[in-house]
């Protein structure tokens, strides 16, 4: 183990950082004094709301400066780099979500792959220290060894999302080898925490519980065979990109891939027993959910399982908040920023979000 801590007087890019890694990057870097520029064009994938908000907590810094771009439009993404002249980029932005990528494959392809090919460019024709960027679980697709380790196969994805993080991959790679590039990729997973994105599963379990209406779980009801996934809270992904940041890979080829989970599998059962009684400590009022049982999603695996070996060799750091804490915080921030402490709410009901001017509907879809 061998780091270097970051350099504040470094330029540092963060793409999508209104979205929910991207903001708690971001503020972890200013916190230190770091000049940090953040891109985001503020999509409608989920409530524009929640990232408005994520980008108030960063505004107070002196040192941040936001733009509004998309990664898509190669010409701004140009002049923002020549303008800039960043020494660390980390790329953040993306269309996340397995099963959106199955009903919506054209926005996968011009964010995901258009938009990355454009930061690749960019880094060559403005050379930066290091490009860290976010790959994901989802390459293992439905691998059946656990747990995933970083050279096991990744040749088979099971979602055109996957698809489109192996190809970042795949990409990055041949311009370290091509340009020498410093690149890392960083498969992320199931991130969650206070402020996170609405479409994930915990997130929206709460926005249907407080609209009075039933959760959808789609693991068959079989509690035996149940899935397991990797629930990675979000500060400690943030750790694990901080301390790569500025240590970035040096060999003849430099470019590294990690994994950033939590190395403990948990079932999902367990895990939505643990949101209730965070939910239920957080409300003051006693939360259970109105389960209904489906069959796995197509694109949906059952499992992921993060071997951290390498992220701890590397940077002496590895991800280990339990589900217990973590979904305490997450909760704590729910009720807060909801305003639904106190409430109890039952199927039928009508739920809605509270927060200053906004008054959103709860309803987070199947």
């Not at 908000?53 to 941040?64: I, K, M, N, S």
């Not at 969650?192 to 959760?215: E, H, L, N, S």
């Amino acid at each position: 183990m061998n780091f270097k801590p970051l350099d504040p007087n470094k330029v540092y890019l963060i793409t999508g950082a209104a979205g929910f890694i991207g903001s708690f990057l971001s503020k972890k870097l200013l916190e230190q004094g770091c000049r940090v520029i953040g891109i985001d064009n503020i999509n409608d994938y989920y409530n524009v709301n929640l990232k408005h908000a994520r980008l108030e907590q960063l505004q107070p810094y002196e040192e941040f400066t936001f733009i509004k771009a998309d990664i898509s439009d190669k010409s701004v993404i140009t002049a923002i780099f020549e303008e800039h002249r960043p020494n660390y980029v980390v790329n953040l932005a993306a269309q996340a979500g397995v099963r959106y990528s199955i009903e919506n494959p054209d926005v996968y392809i011009q964010s995901n792959i258009i938009g990355f090919f454009n930061i690749l460019e960019a880094c060559r024709s403005y050379p930066v220290e290091h490009l860290v960027y976010a790959s994901s679980s989802s390459v293992y697709g439905a691998n059946k060894k656990v747990p995933f380790e970083e050279t096991d196969m990744v040749d088979t994805p099971v979602s055109l999302y996957a698809s489109t993080k192996k190809s970042n991959e795949l990409m990055a790679y041949t311009y370290s080898h091509l340009y020498n590039i410093p690149a890392t990729g960083l498969r992320f997973f199931t991130v969650y925490g206070p402020m996170g994105r609405p479409d994930m599963a915990y997130f929206g379990f709460a926005d249907k519980y407080f609209a009075g209406q039933p959760i959808h779980i789609y693991n068959n009801g079989d509690f035996e065979n149940d899935l397991y996934r990797d629930f990675t809270y979000v500060d400690d992904i943030v750790i694990g990109i901080e301390r790569l940041l500025s240590n970035p890979p040096t060999e003849s080829v430099p470019n590294k891939i990690y994994n950033i989970g939590n190395n403990k599998p948990e079932k999902l059962m367990t895990f939505i027993e643990t949101l209730e009684k965070s939910l239920s400590n957080a409300s003051g009022n006693e939360v259970v959910f109105n389960k209904v049982f489906e069959p796995i999603k197509p694109g949906d695996v059952p499992a992921t399982y993060a071997s951290t070996d390498s992220l701890q060799q590397a940077v002496g750091f590895k991800p280990e908040t339990p589900i217990e804490e973590g979904l305490q915080k997450f909760a704590n921030w729910y009720v807060d920023y909801y305003g639904v402490k106190g409430e109890r709410l039952h199927e039928g009901s009508e739920g809605y979000h509270t927060r200053g001017r906004a008054r959103d509907k709860i309803s987070s879809g199947n």
